[in-house]
């Protein structure tokens, strides 16, 4: 079965620093890989996701994670952080012929300024 | 994207009494999932709503404690049944639109607590 592990419960970082959130994934088949951000008090909205294709993926937020195979990974960054990133983020996995998503512990991202 | 309506948003349930949580979406979908997010925890998926048929559930979660319907292509129900301070949680509705096969779409959720 499929697992998703992310390294880090709470990342705290100082406003316009580059940030990391880190998010490993466990699967004998094909992957389907997501970034979800939960703000305080809200749903979860979609970041970016990978599907196929070009290994690093972007958002219109100016995240960005990559895919890598061989590392079993799918981290995400932004060069610059901003206050209104403060949130929760998930990653989260489906693999090939499933249809759930499989979700990480989650990262509380905390920006101060 | 497809457009979740989830009600009730909130709500205060007394011990042993059951809840039904609405979700609602504006278009047709694919697939409609249940999940749990108890506090500070992630999100831990209950069941698979199909329609016209019996809920998929995954382990730890049975259909006497979530009964799960799901009528039609934009509708589905989750009754937590006889709770118990444990139940307090976050609920939230997850669907798959028709024409995007990986857009996977979150209501926002009812934040429940037993008392």
């Known amino acids: 079965a499929q697992s998703v592990t992310q390294l880090d419960s709470q990342v705290p970082v100082f406003e316009e620093a580059p940030v990391e959130l880190r998010c490993n994934y466990s699967s004998s088949v094909s992957v389907y890989l997501f970034w979800y951000v939960q703000y305080p008090n809200q749903g979860l909205q979609l970041l970016l996701k990978?599907?196929?294709?070009?290994?690093l993926v972007e958002s219109i937020n100016g995240f960005e994670a990559e895919f890598n195979k061989s590392q079993t990974s799918f981290h995400l960054r932004k060069p610059s952080v901003h206050i209104s990133d403060t949130a929760e983020y998930f990653c989260?996995?489906?693999?090939?012929?499933?249809?759930?998503?499989?979700f990480g512990q989650g990262t509380r991202l905390t920006i101060n300024p | 994207s497809a457009v979740i309506s989830q009600k009730p948003s909130r709500d205060i349930c007394q011990r042993g009494t059951s809840l039904t949580i609405q979700c609602q979406v504006d278009s047709q979908v694919t697939m409609m999932f249940w999940y749990r997010q108890q506090p500070g925890q992630s999100l831990t998926l209950i069941a698979t709503a199909n329609q016209g048929s019996e809920a998929t559930y995954e382990s730890g979660f049975v259909i006497d404690k979530f009964p799960i319907s799901r009528p039609n292509l934009t509708f589905s129900t989750l009754t937590v049944s006889n709770m118990s301070p444990e139940d307090s949680s976050i609920y939230l509705c997850?669907?798959?639109?028709?024409?995007?096969?990986?857009?996977?779409?979150f209501g926002s959720g009812t934040r429940l607590t037993v008392v």
């Open positions: 989260a996995v489906r693999t090939q012929g499933a249809q759930k998503l499989v």
């Open positions: 990978y599907l196929s294709g070009s290994t």
């Open positions: 997850s669907v798959v639109p028709l024409l995007d096969n990986y857009g996977y779409t």
